[in-house]
């Protein structure tokens, strides 16, 4: 097609209109307020970087908020959370309910830190009562907790979980699995849960379709017993803990 010709389509092409935001938006799509919306997001990364600065070697726990404390899963992260507080290590969380107040339950009762990284959500999110006052951070943005999740965890303990659960396990995976993060272990708790996802990433991801190479799950394990998830975390550093980045 000549250009004069690609030149004439183009301009019968029109253009489709985009439509204004949805109301609960619409602040949030002015040019000064993305250059406000700048500070705020630096804002909100200082105070995180300033009030983790001191933590030491830490574990961050994740599973889902729909777990009642008699359940075998908030059993399971009390009880984690307990030995890692004995073990020497912080126990990072979401801060909501839970898994996460479970991890940090146990942490808190064993004379460990309990930090809490609570994100404003438009059905709020209350911190659950047992992280340290001065270890609570709150965040508006999930992209700069995110953050602080991935810099100062020495590890990922994933409890069974839902949509929230499974992102914070494959922005893990993905930034060690392309060297933007150091690698650290991934362990999922609740075989029950997790197992057959497990053998379909071995199985399907893998050996089948080869979407991911056998080092991409070497840093992923499967582990229900809280003593051999914390022999997997101590043998993982040989040569002492490190921030990821």
Request: a neutral charge; one cysteine or more.
């Amino acid at each position: 097609m000549s250009s004069s010709r690609k030149a004439r389509t183009r301009k019968n092409v029109t253009a489709s209109t985009v439509m204004p935001p949805d109301k609960k938006y619409e602040r949030q799509t002015d040019f000064a307020g993305d250059g406000w919306r700048v500070f705020k997001i630096m804002a909100e990364f200082v105070n995180g970087f300033e009030k983790m600065s001191d933590t030491g070697p830490a574990v961050s726990v994740f599973g889902s908020t729909r777990v009642s404390p008699e359940q075998e899963e908030y059993l399971l992260a009390e009880k984690m959370g307990s030995l890692l507080a004995r073990k020497g290590f912080s126990v990072i969380t979401g801060a909501g309910p839970g898994v996460m107040e479970a991890a940090n339950k146990g942490a808190q009762q064993a004379g460990g830190i309990s930090i809490g990284f609570n994100i404003e959500l438009p059905l709020q999110q209350r911190p659950n009562p047992f992280i340290d006052r001065e270890r609570l951070l709150v965040f508006h943005y999930f992209f700069v907790r995110k953050v602080m999740f991935l810099k100062y965890s020495q590890a990922f303990i994933v409890l069974p979980g839902g949509f929230g659960t499974m992102d914070e396990l494959f922005e893990a995976a993905t930034l060690i699995q392309t060297q933007k993060s150091g690698c650290f272990p991934i362990i999922l708790m609740g075989s029950d849960y997790w197992d057959g996802y497990y053998r379909w990433m071995q199985e399907m991801m893998f050996k089948e379709k080869r979407y991911i190479a056998k080092e991409d799950l070497d840093f992923i394990f499967l582990e229900d017993d809280p003593d051999k998830v914390v022999r997997i975390i101590e043998g993982f550093y040989p040569e002492g803990y490190r921030l990821n980045f």
